[in-house]
Each structure stands twice: as C-alpha cells, then as structure tokens.
RNA sequence: GGGAGCAUAGCUCAGUUGGUUUAGAGCAUCUGCCUUACAAGCAGAGGGUCCGCGGUUCGAACCCGUGUGCUCCCACCA
C-alpha cells in the first residue's frame, strides 16, 4: 500500500472512533478487574468547546486510557449540567429573538421552551468531545436534571432541612437585576472601576452642616444615619445629634462607631442599611430603619419617595446634578474602587436584603477539610491544600435558593398566610401544613410551591454518586463497584463552588470519599498571559484547529505546555510542533514498512546473536534497553500526575532515540536487505513505542499498530507490555557511540567537509575492543571508508578528544590548525577551571573531613578524570 | 487590608533529602545540507551574575532572613 506524503488526520480519526464505538470499547460493566472511574466535570448544558475543556478532558482521557490499558475496568462517565442561570439567560435571550418576553408566559411554557432548548443543543458539546477521541462511557451519560437526579436533590434538601442544615433567612445578598436572582458570593466578580467620590454636605438640625464622602449618590435616598468615629475630635460634638437627608429632608441621626475610619473621605459615613453589607451590619446594631429604596430590577422604588420607577445608573447622573443645583455637593473627586459583578450576567450587583434558603455549612465542612488534610484525598498540586483549608476554616453559610424557573424547585409549599412547609411533594406538604395551620381543610389548591430554584452547585455537589444512582437507589451495584472514583480533573477556580462541596455530600452521603485524587490543571491563557475570554475574542475555534492540525497534534500541544497547577500560555506553534510529532512517526512508519519488501532471510536460529553483523546487535540491544529505561521513567512520571513530562520524554525517546539514532543505525544501504530478525524486533519497538504514546494521542497510534503489522487487535485496548529492567553497560555503550559519532560530525563540520566527502578514522585508544563492536555504525554514520587504530598521533589530521581517547580524521582538505588551536586552547582552558575549582575542594581541610566519604571519591574521580582530559589536550597541542 | 505562590537561556519550563550541575530540555536563533522516511526535514553550534543583598554550611539554584518585581486567592473603607 502506499503511503502519503504527510500525515492526514481526518480520515483516519473519524474511522478509528467509529471503530472504537462499534466494539464498544468505552462502555463499562461492573465485573471482576480493579475499577479506574472518572466523572466528567459535567460543561454546562449551553457550552460549546473551548480551550479550557480541551486541556481538561485530553487529560482525563489520558488518564482513562492508560488505565484501560493498565487492564483496570476504566469508566468515564459523560454528561453535562443543566447550568439554571446560564441556561435561563440562554433561553430568555432565545425568547426575545422571537418576539416572546418570559413575563407573558407561564412557568411550564417557559420550562416547555427551555427543554426543547436544551434537546437541540445541549449535546453539542458531546459531539465535540468525541473529536478530540475522548473515550467516555456514552451509555452513561448523564444530566443533573434527570428524573432521578432530580429526585435526589429534592431528597437531599428535604434531608438536610431534616437536620437542620438547611433555613430560611432574611439576608444581605447579591442580587443581580438582570437575572432578577440572588448571587452566592462565589459568583461576584469584583473589578477595578473608575468612580466619582462625592462629597455631599448635610445640613445639621442645629444649623451648620456634616460633609459625607460616598460613591453612590442615589443611595441617599435610603439613608437611615451618619456615622462617626467616636474618637474623631471633629465630630465628637454631634454624637446623637440630627441631620437632614438632602431632597428629600429626612431627619437622621449622628451615631459613633469604630467601624468607621477617620481618615478616610470626611470621617463621616452616611448609612444605607438596605444597600450595603456592612450598613446592614450597622444598622442592625443600632436598630436603625431599613428604608429599601430598589425594585428588583435596579429601578428606585416607592420608598425612595424621588426618581420612582427610574434605572439606579440614571438616577445617579441626576441626583448628581440635582444635588449640585441645591447647592449640596461640595466637591467630587475620581476614584478608583473595586465593584461587584455578576459572573453571568455581567452587571453591577446590587446588595439587597432578601429572604433566602441557606445550608449552614459548619457541620457538613469539618469531614471534608480533615479528608484534605490528612491526604485521605491528595490534591495535585499539593499547594492547594493551602488554599483549600483557608475557605474551609472561615466558610459561611451557602446562600441557595436562584430567583429562576430552570433547575431544580425549592420542594417548599406555602399557605397565604405565611406558614410553610418542606416535603417531597406537595401530598405531603399539605398533610403537614394542615397540622402546622391546624385547618384541617386546607387543600392543594391553597397551598404554592416556592417559585425559586436551587443553586445549580445544590446539584452538581451530588454528581460523583448520582451518576451511578447512588442516592436514587442506594447501594446498588454499580454505586457500589464504581465509588470512591478515582481521579477529578478540574480548575482551581471551582475549588470552593464544586470539589469542597462534592467533598462534603461525599461523607455525608456516602460516608465515604468521592475521588482519591484530584488533579488541578491550569488556566489556560492566550500568548500575552491573558485568560481566554468570549469578551476579549482571543479563545481559538476548537474544532478549526482539529480540523487544521489533527486532534492528536491539538492534544499534544495542549499538553506539551501544561505542567501540573500551572497556567498554560497557549500558542499554536504547539500544535504545529504536535503535527510535526505526527508527521515525523508518519515517515517513520514509511520508512520500516518501505524493509518489509526487502527482507533478508532471517537464518535458522532467527536470534540476535545470530546476526552474522555485529552492528544491528548492538543497535538492537542499545535500544531495546533504552526503551524499557524510559518506559519506566514515563510509567513513574504519570504515576505522579507529571503528564506533560511525561509526554516530553517520549517525544524524545521517538524522535531522537528511536528516529535519529536507531532507525539510521539499521537502516540497510541503498537498495540493500534488512536482516529479517532485526526487522522483526524494529517493528515490536514501533509497536511498543505507539502503546506508550496511545494514551496522548491515540488516532494516529491505532492507525500505525495496523499498518505495521495488520493486527487483529487494536491498540486502544491492548495491554501494556511489561518492561525489562535496563542494562547499564549497553546503555553506556550506546551514549558511548552517540558521542563519539557527534564529536566526529561537529569536527566534520567545523572544518567544512562536504557531507558526501568520505574521511578516515585512526582512533587512538587503550580500549580497542570498545571500538571495533561500533565501528560499523560509526562508519556509517560519519560516512567513513575506513577505521584503523593507531599507537601514535597521525601527522595532518583533525583531532578529535573523548575522554582519554585520540580520534584522527584525514581527509582530503586543508586543515584549519589556527583554528583547531584556538579549539582546543578553549577547551583546555575549561578543563584547567574545572581541576583548578575540584582541587580547591579536596585541598579544603573541612570539606574532607566533613562530606561523605562517596562524596569525596567522588570528587576525586573528577580531578584523575580532568586531569587525564588534560593531559590528552596537551599532547595534541603539540603534534599540531 | 489579610494570605498564598512564583522569579533559572530570547520564550515556556525541568532541576528529587544541599555534593557526578562552573546548571538541563523543548521552542526560537545561527551555520552547513534538497543525503532515496521525513525541508512539517537532516547534521552541528551558540546562548545563563540560577532576580538583588545578607546569612547558615566544608559546600547553596536548592535552606534562612531581607529587598524588588510579577501572579493568584480572600476581604470589599463608604
């Protein structure tokens, strides 16, 4: 057959994933063999593929399929998350396209939009995984708003409010006023904004005035006091004394507190207790008026008795000048202060006091930060552990109720007076409020569910168990085989919104882990350090570079530039550098199937030693120990979470071992036969060289396992081979010939010796036999004619020093001896440096009398090997 | 304001308990090659005050202190 120029991925990734599909590889039975579970860090329903996903998920495939081929029972359970504010604004926005506002319609007509919604595209980005070759278990994917899903979560609220954990409180929260919802704290973004710092003077209800400083005029109008620091001499003097609210004359109070600061702005606070957090805080303290002057849509409201009905944004500009024309405003001054935003929406948040649902969440932390601590879960990096227990010693209570119809509905029944009850259903919610009411002749119709949602992590926290019903149907089999799993792959952004809190629903329902392992990957960013961003346009179309570079090459660079917990910069000469890797195996491949045709016959013994030239032998045996060697350094690095070491040393191993070095050491002459035994052992190396590399980018590596040898089997779940401890003697005997072959090239080089002009070798040296086992090669790989050895320098040569041995090169040119003075002079000099600092250590009382005695022979062997260069160095000085 | 982390070649990073490290790799750069697998390639080379300063030690890229610069997390002084 013949093959392509270069590598064509397209064809050849479609073919083997659907091929990897029809054997149903990825699909997993509970079954006898050791599990190895991963569960998707589910995208959101709405997501299309970014670069973040990319990292994320070849990662976890790696892991998956190594494992698989480790012969565990690999699961990867798929599936994605119903995302309740992401998903709503989606579906909203999709509304008013087409002419539909979500206040005309009905809660079911808006859940009937946001399902059909989610049908046609929620499986986008699962489509797209499998172009990356993500080998998940299809057959388990999963939803958080799955029949059963939902009822677990509903079981779970009903559980904790059971015990406890979960109330019902009036509380500061941010609100967002696009989505009309409140925010957890996790989810305001704080920014630097340039601001106004205005200066606003109060008249004194005794005359003269008190000078405020805020950046938010417009809440004025909700002012319920001035404070003070009761130890600012200014002020000391209108402690409990009045002031009037400009505009609109209310009478307010002048109170001391510490909490203010003196030499910030004027030292005179004014206090808004229904628009900032720590107002809140005041004013609870001092019992003051909470005058709530917002609507929920960041409109004022009655109560702010001016600007009714009008956007906050635009009441701020006019106050301003309203302010200014009643001679109020003293003076303004730009200032620069952080500012919440919503993380979804992007709009300034608003703090507003609200009745929510909140889980306390003191109890369920205290397992979940002991598992960190004591490594019954390691984290990767372990640096987070830090960071971990920082949030989890000073955690507050989880704000969870969403002001949205899309997720899962607060399982809370009310009666138009006001009582409530928390149930499964509302059968059961009447049965209780009947009691709580005492009317025994409540019915259904006068009872209403809540209206609000449950935070999308309320779900997502339940996701390592629910998957495999857990929870719906506890201690099944499939719960039971499968968790703990065994490794999470995600952000560090998420630490505290989802894996502390899967942690947490882990031991509290499943008195158990949820994963042994989580690996941290990093963020990836654009060239210039900059997160990748749908605002900033520089995330790259995912499926453009796969469809330009391969999904192997697209994983390779991805992960080429990943460390562990560490940020990657993304740039797309990685990919380039991966298609390369690919093409580079690619010709590889051509050039071992171009021998098959051409095979001498393999004689009757068909071993190694039976080869009747030395030469292959040792190229043979050199690489077959290097390859084990490394086979185990990758095994190593991987069990260490170091999968982009990993990576880099088997690009190495391929390219420069087995590439640049082996395949030219056996390549026959032109149109020459290649020894059948040789042949055989090149392409169990290529084959074992492409299982190591399968789990990185496995399309083309189950490409190259067929066209090497037609296999029956396939690559994908074909189980590793077993590595053979490495001889270091051939080892050293292959770096041995590397460098003598690279001296001799460098030499060949620097004196300008065409590379098809032939040149010979006298080699000086005490060890002849060392030689005469490479000479093949060596000739061969600095196109020499002969190899003579010499007791004494040969006159008109180029001189070549490895170690104590002498290498003479005659060819037909004229020699550069200033040149090949200075070279050596250079060389000398270094030598001489090197002994000189040796001997200043052995010379040196305290250093022999205190290292270790290895440390010292150590150290003497250096100074004998030096010394030995050096001498070598001197003698060819003169012969020149 | 509180905390964490980082600083090694032009760039991105390795560098295990301090001693085969007057420091390695990839990419980029330079030189020479269209050598019958591969120019998306081959061969070779150059490139570093291990952020500054001080200390501990026989010995420091590594440990301690300090300064500088950067990044992230938490808090959110109007």
Request: aromatic residues 12%.
């Amino acid at each position: 057959m013949e093959l392509s120029k270069n590598y064509l991925p397209t064809i050849i990734e479609s073919k083997w994933y659907a091929h990897w599909l029809s054997k149903d590889y990825f699909s997993s039975k509970p079954d006898h063999r050791e599990p190895y579970t991963i569960v998707i860090p589910p995208p959101n329903v709405t997501g299309v593929l970014h670069m973040g996903h990319c990292l994320n998920n070849t990662i976890q495939d790696i892991l998956i399929r190594r494992a698989r081929m480790q012969g565990k029972n690999a699961c990867w359970v798929p599936g994605t998350d119903h995302a309740s504010i992401a998903t709503e604004a989606k579906v909203v926005a999709m509304l008013r396209e087409r002419g539909i506002a979500k206040s005309s319609l009905s809660r079911d007509e808006f859940l009937g939009y946001a399902w059909e919604w989610k049908e046609k595209y929620g499986g986008i980005i699962l489509q797209q995984l499998r172009k990356m070759g993500c080998s998940l278990d299809w057959d388990r994917t999963s939803f958080t708003m799955d029949a059963h899903y939902y009822a677990s979560v509903i079981q779970v609220f009903n559980d904790l409010y059971k015990k406890g954990h979960i109330y019902r409180g009036k509380r500061m929260i941010n609100w967002d006023v696009k989505a009309k919802t409140a925010l957890s704290d996790e989810e305001v973004i704080y920014k630097e904004v340039q601001s106004n710092l205005y200066y606003i003077q109060y008249p004194l209800e005794e005359g003269g005035t008190i000078t405020i400083a805020t950046v938010r005029p417009e809440t004025i109008l909700g002012d319920a006091a001035i404070c003070v620091n009761p130890h600012d001499e200014r002020y000391k003097h209108l402690h409990g004394k009045y002031a009037i609210v400009p505009l609109i004359k209310r009478r307010i109070k002048i109170i001391p507190d510490d909490y203010v600061t003196v030499d910030f702005g004027t030292g005179a606070l004014k206090v808004t207790p229904a628009h900032d957090m720590n107002d809140y805080q005041l004013g609870q303290k001092y019992n003051l008026e909470v005058i709530d002057t917002m609507n929920d849509d960041g409109t004022l409201s009655e109560a702010a008795q001016l600007y009714i009905g009008e956007d906050r944004f635009a009441v701020r500009k006019k106050i301003v000048s309203d302010l200014e024309a009643a001679n109020y405003i003293e003076k303004i001054e730009a200032y620069t202060n952080q500012v919440g935003f919503s993380e979804r929406t992007d709009v300034v948040v608003e703090p507003r006091l609200s009745l929510q649902w909140w889980v306390s969440m003191k109890k369920l932390s205290n397992p979940a930060l002991d598992a960190v601590m004591n490594d019954e879960i390691h984290f990767h990096p372990a640096k987070f552990k830090n960071l971990y227990r920082h949030w989890m010693e000073n955690i507050k209570d989880w704000c969870i109720s969403r002001q949205l119809w899309w997720g899962h509905r607060i399982p809370a029944w009310y009666t138009t007076d006001g009582s409530f009850a928390v149930a499964n259903n509302a059968d059961e919610a009447l049965e209780q409020l009947k009691k709580i009411t005492k009317n025994e002749q409540l019915t259904i119709e006068q009872i209403k569910q809540d209206d609000d949602c449950l935070d999308t992590w309320f779900s997502s926290w339940l996701w390592p168990f629910e998957v495999f019903n857990g929870l719906s149907n506890k201690d099944n089999e499939e719960v039971n085989y499968y968790y703990p799993t065994n490794t999470l792959v995600t952000a560090p952004e998420i630490i505290f919104f989802w894996v502390a809190r899967m942690i947490m629903a882990g031991y509290e329902y499943k008195l158990e882990k949820p994963f042994k392992d989580v690996y941290f990957t990093g963020i990836v960013r654009d060239k210039q350090g900059r997160k990748m961003s749908k605002s900033l346009g520089n995330s790259p179309d995912l499926l453009g570079l796969i469809d330009q570079y391969g999904a192997d090459a697209v994983r390779f660079g991805i992960m080429i530039a990943s460390p562990a917990g560490n940020d990657i910069l993304f740039d797309e000469s990685a990919l380039e550098q991966g298609r390369n890797f690919n093409n580079k195996l690619w010709n590889a491949l051509k050039l071992v199937t171009m021998w098959k045709g051409k095979l001498a016959k393999a004689n009757s013994k068909n071993t190694l030693a039976s080869i009747d030239s030395s030469t292959e032998a040792i190229a043979v045996d050199w690489f077959e120990n290097r390859l084990n060697q490394v086979a185990r350094e990758v095994d190593s690095l991987l069990n260490q979470f170091k999968l982009s070491e990993a990576l880099k040393t088997l690009y190495s191993l391929v390219w420069d071992d087995f590439c640049s070095w082996y395949l030219e050491w056996v390549k026959p002459g032109f149109e020459q036969p290649i020894d059948a035994v040789v042949y055989n052992k090149t392409v169990l190396f290529f084959e074992q060289l492409m299982q190591l590399l399968h789990p990185f980018m496995p399309f083309i590596t189950e490409e190259i396992y067929h066209l090497l040898n037609d296999q029956s089997d396939d690559l994908c779940v074909k189980h590793y081979f077993a590595t053979k401890q490495e001889n270091h003697e051939i080892l050293d005997a292959g770096e041995l010939l590397k460098r003598v072959i690279t001296a001799i090239r460098d030499a060949r080089n620097k004196n300008q010796i065409k590379p098809k002009d032939t040149i010979q070798i006298y080699i000086q040296t005490e060890q002849p036999i060392a030689y005469k086992k490479i000479e093949a090669i060596l000739m061969k790989q600095v196109n020499a004619i002969h190899i003579n050895y010499t007791s004494e320098a040969i006159p008109n040569t180029i001189l070549v020093n490895i170690e104590k041995d002498k290498f003479f090169i005659e060819a037909d040119k004229e020699l550069d001896t200033v040149a090949m003075k200075e070279g050596l002079l250079k060389n000398l000099a270094y030598e001489n440096n090197f002994l000189a600092s040796v001997i200043k250590k052995l010379s040196n009382e305290k250093f022999v009398a205190n290292a270790k005695p290895e440390v010292i022979a150590l150290e003497r062997k250096k100074q004998a090997d030096a010394e030995a260069r050096i001498s070598t160095i001197e003698a060819s000085l003169k012969t020149l």
